[in-house]
């Protein structure tokens, strides 16, 4: 009898943490590299999927990454919906990684072009985070820096990250007291995990994955 005691409230113990919002809604919102691009399996290995992994149960790990997007256009995606499929979602936590696809856009040999790109990625970041803060799950935010490019791809440069990108971002975070996650220092160096110079394969969305988690669970 006892023992059937302790099986029912054991269940229902189980169920207070599952209705009683207990898991943790983790966002995950970004390009292809949050997408998934360049891993052998892309579903399963994208960095939002072992991100998953590495939380375990007590959290819920979606993926909003849409490849080719930027910053300035991510809330009027080909998805349509995409704003609203956040906000539907509640999270208690968002992690942006944005920012590659947006060098694409910089007019290197138009000197006057930089303050007026910084002007447009800015506003469009900030007013990202504003309407995430605004949700009525009021979510942790977290922003990352891209990772680098090792090889140009189209339009996509790493001169411009630098300059001009990662700058942002940190000034993103001293606006708004987002923290950053470093994935520029993650991956700098491991060139080998980004076949194409943009993407990163399986293994380094092992990488991006460990380094979000560490911050957002406070690993070790």
Known sequence: MKKLILI?????TSMISV???????????????????????????NYPAQLQALLGD?????????????TQNYFQSREGALKKRVVDFQPDI????????????RKLED???????????M???LAMVEAFENLE???????????PVFKTMGAIREQVLVEDVLPIVQEVSRKTGAPIIDLYAALTGKGDMVPDGVHPNEKGYE???NAVARVVKDMP
């Open 8 to 12: 029912i409230v054991g269940c229902m």
């Open 94 to 105: 968002i992690v942006i990684k944005l920012g590659t696809n947006d060098t694409k856009s």
């Open 58 to 70: 007590k959290y819920t790990v979606k993926n909003f990454g849409v490849s080719g997007i930027q």
């Open 111 to 121: 000197p006057a072009d930089k303050a007026e790109f910084k002007s447009k990625v």
């Open 207 to 209: 990488v991006i994955a």
């Open 123 to 125: 506003g469009a970041y």
């Open 19 to 45: 209705f009683g919002n207990e898991v943790v809604k983790v966002a995950c919102v970004g390009d292809s590299i949050t997408a998934g691009v360049g891993a052998k399996n892309r579903k399963a290995q």
């Open 137 to 147: 799950s009021k979510p942790e935010l977290y922003v990352c820096t891209p990772v």
